[in-house]
């Protein structure tokens, strides 16, 4: 939210310079975003009145002005504006001035003496409404500095605001806020109610009363639309960052800025009998301010009449009862609309307006009233008219519940005293009713505070309030102790620390994907949809952590690095027959070369089996790979991870598809397993080193090719006596003297038993055990 220092040093005023209030603002939980001045730094530029135009005696386009800045004599000035007029107040840049883009000096122009230059908008670092001068009110003091009469040396603040603060979107609960942190009395407006001058009304139906409680309209007959918006209106809106419109559409922003309550005014001729606030019917239309056609869904709530939908409640007017230059009647809205009622619509259409910015977070409903009489006040100094009767229908408005805060639990949490007096100033400050009940303090929130609801929340309004840089730090004081430490829990962080060492880098993505992306990643799973994305790309839940990784993978490419290797620890969402199921993932991505470029190795890329290095390693478990397919990975080159017969996880390179829709060069090499399915680890246990020597025999079998040395390395696993120390497999072999169809895996046997020496006999039926094992089992055959 941006607003005008000046503007909110009217309302409330402490003693503080801009940046001391800023600071005050961003320590009370308000964080002030940027400061900036209203215009660029110049001097010597005062208010000038035209006395005389003549036509330069050498240019067409040249006129020669008299102009009186205040002085004795009257000033010679040559200008070159188009709409330059006698009468004209105007700014005057006097001979020494420095301007934001240039410096005034005495000159001759075309043979005419000047004496400086009458000033334009864009002279003055002010945005250009019109080609020319900027021609000030007829009331502006001749002589005067134009930087103090168009207060230029004002500040534009911009806060950012958190979601709950809703107070906080308008001047008067800045004032409020202002007044509260500093002490200073806060002259927030009033306004009497405005007395009807005619009878006219219109029927006001709220058929759904649980998302508009409370809805009030008034007539007003006879206004002059084309009236001009007076100069510190027009200010103070521009300074906001609102472009000035029309008189009546003014003043409808000015109040909501002012007074947080959005406004709409209707061209009460273009209205089709009475309003009705509904939701929308199936298939209706509306074409919006914005010249958008919007198409509206059933839990859109509309504002219609007769004919139709008229606006978008508390989002956007429509163009048809739009106020126009002849517009001479109006009907003037301000309405409560529940927050649930407005949140995400807007967003929907693709729409972001401050009326909904507002709506979604809550508005004063105690403030509707006051805020259409002062709309209607103003409409009546500004653009004369004579106003009805307001018409007011309301449902069950929401009520703000006591909340029991009991002193000692203030104290316990901010851990610091504050005595009774003082936490109850803070409260009252804050506008914050307070009564004793029974050692405690009851305390109703006022009707612009939806934020309360808790202790909590009154303890943090009192910490924000006393100043979170004001209470003082304790150390904690506990028991230091020895702590167990389970050495079978497999940590995370161990997981990361390996894959780190690995040369992989963590990251951490959305886990709110593209839909695409998961009908192309996930297998045929069916990904959890949002209803209210905050982007069309971010519109489901991830069923698997792939399509992250390969997003981060394109934006590393995108920045020239073409060795990429990444890894992401995190929760799936799937949809099951029982509910949703959010298991937790470690997922990870090569690409690239195999290694940093060197003299010492040959440069190659990273393939299949240097991923699958990296995961036999992993800590907490053995994992089994088992030829598969999956959709999204290249056929030939995926595994399925299985872990005591239960599949856990996938490993493979991208398919070539794939890879094109992202636009990658290379497919990468992906791996994801559930981190769950790994389990504990081993408790470790001393053994001593063996002080007998070990024995060796290696075997060789024929198999077929389909086989896979996993399954033999199973076997062998399963057979092994208990002096078997060790089964590894170290050659694979096909080509001469291998059948076709067949190929040779040759296996390393180390035995060894730590008590004694091994006999001939003994390693040679332990040898044989295993070999009568994987001919039985798998048809291998020994090799000579």
């Not at 503007?7 to 940046?19: E, I, K, Y």
């Not at 004002?154 to 958190?162: A, E, G, R, S």
């Not at 990361?496 to 192309?520: H, K, M, N």
């Not at 389990?679 to 020597?693: C, D, M």
Request: with cysteine.
């Amino acid at each position: 939210m941006q607003f005008p220092e000046s503007w909110l040093r009217t309302l409330v005023n402490p003693q503080l310079s801009t940046d001391e209030l800023a600071h005050r603002l961003t320590m009370a939980g308000l964080e002030v975003e940027a400061v900036e001045a209203a215009a660029p730094p110049f001097a010597s530029v005062v208010v000038a009145e035209v006395l005389a135009v003549e036509p330069h005696p050498d240019a067409d386009r040249l006129r020669v002005c008299s102009v009186n800045v205040g002085e004795a004599e009257p000033l010679q000035i040559v200008c070159g504006a188009p709409n330059v007029a006698v009468g004209q107040k105007v700014p005057c840049a006097r001979v020494g001035a420095k301007l934001p883009q240039m410096e005034i000096k005495q000159a001759r122009v075309r043979g005419v003496e000047s004496a400086g230059m009458l000033c334009g908008a864009s002279e003055i670092g002010l945005e250009d409404k019109v080609d020319g001068l900027l021609v000030l009110p007829a009331d502006a003091p001749v002589g005067a500095d134009i930087r103090s009469y168009l207060l230029l040396d004002d500040k534009l603040i911009t806060l950012k605001l958190t979601p709950n603060r809703a107070d906080c979107l308008s001047l008067v609960g800045l004032a409020r806020e202002v007044a509260a942190i500093t002490g200073t009395k806060a002259y927030l407006p009033s306004q009497a109610p405005v007395m009807k001058d005619i009878y006219d009304t219109v029927e006001v139906d709220v058929s759904a009363k649980d998302a508009c409680p409370r809805y009030l309209g008034r007539v007003i007959k006879g206004i002059d639309a084309r009236a001009e918006t007076p100069a510190w209106m027009a200010m103070r809106l521009e300074r906001s960052g609102i472009r000035s419109i029309s008189a009546p559409v003014d003043i409808t922003n000015y109040v909501l800025l002012e007074m947080g309550q959005p406004m709409h005014a209707f061209d009460l001729a273009r209205l089709r009998g009475g309003i009705e606030v509904r939701w929308a019917k199936p298939g209706e239309k509306l074409a919006l301010l914005n010249e958008q056609v919007a198409e509206l869904a059933a839990d859109m709530l509309v504002v219609a009449d007769g004919s139709g939908p008229l606006a978008l409640a508390g989002i956007m007017g429509g163009a048809a009862t739009a106020v126009q230059p002849e517009t001479i009647d109006i009907l003037l809205e301000a309405a409560y609309f529940s927050p649930e009622a407005i949140a995400g619509r807007a967003r929907r259409l693709g729409l972001s307006t401050d009326s909904s910015h507002r709506f979604e977070r809550g508005v004063d409903y105690a403030g509707t009233l006051m805020a259409m009489e002062r709309a209607t006040k103003l409409m009546l100094e500004i653009c004369g008219g004579q106003p009805g009767a307001v018409i007011e229908e309301t449902g069950k408005l929401p009520v703000r519940e006591p909340i029991r805060l009991r002193i000692p639990r203030v104290a316990r949490v901010l851990g610091m005293d504050l005595d009774d007096a003082k936490v109850r100033d803070y409260l009252q400050r804050l506008g914050l009713a307070v009564k004793e009940a029974n050692e405690a303090l009851l305390v109703t929130p006022p009707s612009y505070r939806f934020d309360l609801a808790i202790e909590e929340d009154l303890i943090e309004e009192i910490a924000r309030l006393h100043g979170y840089d004001q209470i003082a730090p304790r150390a904690p004081r506990a028991a230091a102790l020895m702590l167990p430490q389970d050495e079978t829990r497999l940590e995370h962080a161990r997981l990361r620390d390996y894959l780190c060492g690995r040369d992989y880098q963590e990251v951490i993505t959305y886990s709110f994907v593209d839909p695409d992306w998961e009908v192309a990643l996930s297998g045929g799973v069916t990904a959890l949809m949002l209803q209210n994305p905050i982007a069309s790309q971010m519109a489901a839940m991830r069923t698997t952590l792939w399509g992250g990784l390969l997003n981060a993978l394109v934006h590393n490419l995108n920045r020239q690095q073409t060795r990429v290797r990444l890894f992401e620890m995190g929760r799936a969402y799937l949809q099951e027959s029982n509910g949703l199921r959010q298991p937790m993932r470690l997922a990870g991505l090569c690409y690239g070369p195999a290694f940093d470029e060197q003299w010492g190795v040959a440069a190659r890329m990273v393939d299949f089996y240097d991923a699958k290095g990296d995961i036999e390693r992993l800590p907490g478990a053995v994992l089994e790979f088992v030829q598969a397919t999956h959709p999204a990975l290249h056929p030939g080159q995926t595994a399925r991870l299985m872990l005591n017969g239960e599949a856990v996880g996938w490993l493979g390179t991208l398919h070539h598809r794939i890879a094109q829709k992202f636009d990658l060069p290379v497919a990468p090499i992906l791996f994801e397993l559930e981190l769950d399915a790994l389990g504990a680890l081993n408790l470790p246990f001393h053994r001593s080193v063996g002080r007998f020597p070990s024995m060796r025999r290696d075997l060789a079998f024929l198999v077929d090719q389909d086989i896979s040395a996993s399954s033999l390395l199973a076997t062998m696993r399963e057979a092994a006596e208990p002096i078997v120390q060790d089964v590894e497999i170290f050659d694979l072999y096909q080509g001469q003297g291998v059948p076709a169809g067949q190929k040779s895996l040759a296996f390393r046997i180390v035995m060894q038993d730590t008590e004694r020496t091994l006999t001939e006999p003994e390693v040679e039926a332990a040898v044989a055990k295993i070999a009568e094992a994987v001919t039985s089992r798998h048809g291998a055959k020994l090799r000579a």
